[in-house]
């Protein structure tokens, strides 16, 4: 499994564009990124995940970079509901693994 | 479809007492992981379970154990509680191992030990 590093907080402004970044630098070729979120008190929840494309849900959008070291959880219209801890992950082939996260608290 | 049911919710226990958690994953889903989560260390991965077995293990003392039956439930325990296992206790269903974007988290179980 690759390890992941994310900054430990971040702002954003209600309406607009949250991105989160996230350095894999040890990413093996066939090793996916994988993003949830946790919200107060409640279980993490799965948002999405790539390998090398940019991947697009309901949810966010996943911007990888074309070497495969970094990558970008992109939320367009933040709301406050979105205020939680974000966990970027590699997990190879073990269970997933969650590191601190980054916290995204989204402003009114 | 009927989600993630941990039970109980919470549960208040004295040093030195044992503690059963158990945890119903959803309908078809064959593979059960648990996990530990404090304020300080955040959430740490306990064990993995599939098919009524232990796949994988995380960095936890022989205190902790667990196990998964036929109809893929399960159940942890945890044996001379310390005030230190105070936390919420995670228990994720997956439908197979290494479906890692297939993770749904119940509520927890809400552990506080006196």
């Known amino acids: 499994d690759a390890k992941t590093t994310q900054p430990p907080s971040m702002d954003c402004a209600e309406g607009r564009a949250a991105n989160l970044p996230c350095n894999h630098s040890?990413?093996?070729?066939?090793?996916?990124v994988y993003w949830y979120r946790q919200i107060h008190s409640q279980g993490p929840q799965y948002i999405i995940h790539?390998?090398?494309n940019n991947e697009t849900n309901e949810m966010a959008s996943l911007i990888i970079t074309e070497d495969r070291k970094s990558s970008t959880l992109i939320l367009p219209h933040a709301t406050l509901r979105d205020t939680a801890v974000y966990y970027c992950?590699?997990?190879?082939?073990?269970?997933?693994?969650f590191g601190k996260g980054t916290r995204l608290s989204v402003i009114a | 479809k009927a989600g993630v049911t941990q039970t109980p919710r919470y549960l208040i226990k004295t040093r030195g007492q044992q503690v059963t958690l158990s945890c119903s994953p959803i309908s078809g889903h064959r593979s059960v992981s648990w996990y530990q989560q404090t304020p300080g260390q955040g959430l740490q991965f306990l064990f993995e379970?599939?098919?009524?077995?232990?796949?994988n293990k995380g960095n936890f003392p022989g205190r902790f154990s667990g196990r998964q039956f036929s109809n893929s439930r399960s159940e942890m325990n945890v044996s001379t509680l310390e005030l230190g296992d105070s936390a919420l206790y995670l228990c994720?269903?997956?439908?197979?191992?290494?479906?890692?974007?297939?993770?749904?988290f119940g509520s927890g179980t809400r552990l506080t030990v006196v």
């Open positions: 790539g390998l090398k």
């Open positions: 994720a269903s997956i439908p197979n191992p290494g479906q890692n974007y297939g993770y749904t």
């Open positions: 379970y599939f098919s009524e077995t232990q796949r």
């Open positions: 040890t990413i093996s070729g066939n090793e996916y």
């Open positions: 992950l590699s997990p190879g082939n073990t269970p997933l693994v």
